[in-house]
Every structure is written in C-alpha cells, then in structure tokens.
C-alpha cells in the first residue's frame, strides 16, 4: 500500500487543522493506521492509531482529547483531526500502516518499528 499524507500548514495556537492520509494500492480495510510526528532534531514519537474498522483508537498520553482520529474506508482515508493546537505540536506528521493487526495488539503501532508501510510526512507548524 501507498500512503499520502497531507493538510499541513501554519496555524495560530488554539487553532485546529485536519490532516488526511489517503492509501492506494490494497484493501485498505485490512490496515491498521497510525499517526507519528518528528520535531526537528526529536525522535519520530506516537500520536495514535486506529483500527482497520475504524471502531478502536488509542492515543498517545500528550494528546489529552485535543485530537481525534477516524478514518473514511470508501474513500481510503484516515483523518487525524487536532484542536487547541500549541507551539509544542509543530513537527512533520507521518503516516504510517501495517496489516492484519488484531485490536488486542493494535497499541504495538505505537512502535516505529511495527510499521511496516509510511507516508511521506506533512508539516504543522504552530505559531505562539
């Protein structure tokens, strides 16, 4: 599977932006998708993941409710949406799925090296 991740852009603090990332190439139903960030000269850290159903999701701790993620299987698409946004969220958001996961295990996602496929990265920039 092909991911493409996009809807970046530079937001005021508080500000929400929806960032999509939109697969071809397989049954995307099958794959679990998870979202990762990168801070410049950070680690790639976790944000969430989401089923291939779209009925189970787990954050990472730092989210705190501000972001939501959901996918759209017609359209090949899983959303991650983020609100009250703050300087600390800018970084390049990935993208990234693996198959065939089964919901007891969907939280090893949470690890850069369960994925198996990614997409290419969108920027968000907060500004203070």
């Known amino acids: 599977v092909q991911l493409q991740a996009s809807g970046g852009g530079l937001v005021q603090t508080g500000g929400s932006l929806t960032l999509s990332c939109t697969a071809s190439g397989g049954a995307f139903r099958t794959y679990a998708v998870a979202w990762f960030r990168q801070a410049p000269g950070k680690e790639r850290e976790f944000v969430g993941v989401i089923s291939g159903s779209g009925l189970s999701t787990h954050d990472a701790d730092f989210v705190e409710g501000r972001f939501t993620i959901s996918r759209d299987n017609a359209k090949n698409t899983v959303y991650l949406q983020m609100t009250s946004l703050k300087p600390e969220d800018t970084a390049v958001y990935y993208c990234?799925?693996?198959?065939?996961?089964?919901?007891?295990?969907?939280?090893?996602?949470?690890?850069?090296?369960?994925?198996?496929?990614w997409g290419q990265g969108t920027l968000v920039t907060v500004s203070s």
């Open positions: 990234g799925a693996r198959r065939g996961v089964i919901l007891s295990n969907l939280y090893s996602l949470s690890r850069v090296e369960e994925i198996a496929y």
